[in-house]
């Protein structure tokens, strides 16, 4: 299942998202990695229409500024067209948390099937992304807990929700009560969280929403934080 800045991308399509340069994925909770990347190596070695690839396992990096959790293991997926060299994709691989991987969504990018089609080949099937309320889930957990250093670079977070949220809003019960077990799972801050600008946000957030149509910092800031309250509202009245 596609997650991340891809899976936003795949949804909204390019000029409306943040650009990203790798593909986030995350394994159904009955794969090991193992299994996974035996199947997707042999899937890449069958190809499509003349595409074929290889999958080269990376050593996971360790950055200070990304918390423990965030760490996923790392490939190259390295394509070719007619057995020639064409492109090499960074392919991040993590796994299912708390039910994430069991019910994806499909998202037909139009944008890319048009391009792909105008090139003579098939429509590509619509590729299953992760479920709004879990990705926001997510996003909330990542943008508000501090690293390893304690501060919080992750601003872009603040503008890719503002995008999800407006393609596709949450069912606000599910969210809380995905957001809440999500939370504990990880056992690093509890639900519901409360967003705020760490230190030098006013930079990051600029540079990600650069050329997009989402809100002031401040103002963004306000706006979430009172998505989660209707959020944890929602389980509080049934609604």
């Not at 991308?9 to 035996?38: P, Q, W």
């Not at 304690?150 to 949220?165: F, K, S, T, Y």
């Not at 934080?225 to 009245?237: D, F, G, P, W």
């Amino acid at each position: 299942v596609v997650k991340g800045g891809a899976a936003i991308k795949l949804r909204v399509g390019d000029h409306a998202s943040r650009l990203t340069t790798d593909l986030d994925t995350a394994r159904g909770a009955n794969h090991t990695v193992e299994s996974y990347t035996t199947e997707l190596a042999d899937r890449l070695a069958e190809g499509w229409y003349g595409f074929t690839g290889r999958l080269v396992e990376r050593e996971p990096a360790d950055p200070p500024e990304i918390p423990a959790e965030y760490v996923m293991q790392p490939f190259d997926v390295k394509l070719a067209y007619n057995g020639q060299s064409y492109v090499t994709v960074l392919l991040e691989l993590g796994h299912d948390e708390v039910g994430s991987t069991e019910q994806p969504r499909l998202a037909p990018d139009s944008g890319i099937a048009e391009v792909i089609e105008g090139l003579g080949f098939p429509a590509p099937a619509p590729i299953p992304v992760l479920a709004v309320e879990h990705q926001i889930a997510q996003k909330l957990h990542a943008c508000t807990t501090p690293d390893r250093h304690g501060g919080n670079e992750r601003a872009h977070d603040l503008v890719d929700l503002q995008i999800l949220i407006a393609a596709e809003p949450p069912d606000l019960h599910e969210l809380a009560t995905i957001g809440r077990r999500l939370f504990a799972a990880r056992r690093v801050a509890p639900w519901p969280p409360t967003v705020q600008a760490w230190p030098g946000w006013d930079t990051r957030y600029a540079e990600a929403a650069d050329g997009l149509d989402v809100r002031p910092l401040d103002d963004a800031i306000a706006w979430i934080n009172t998505l989660i309250t209707e959020a944890e509202h929602s389980t509080e009245t049934g609604l």
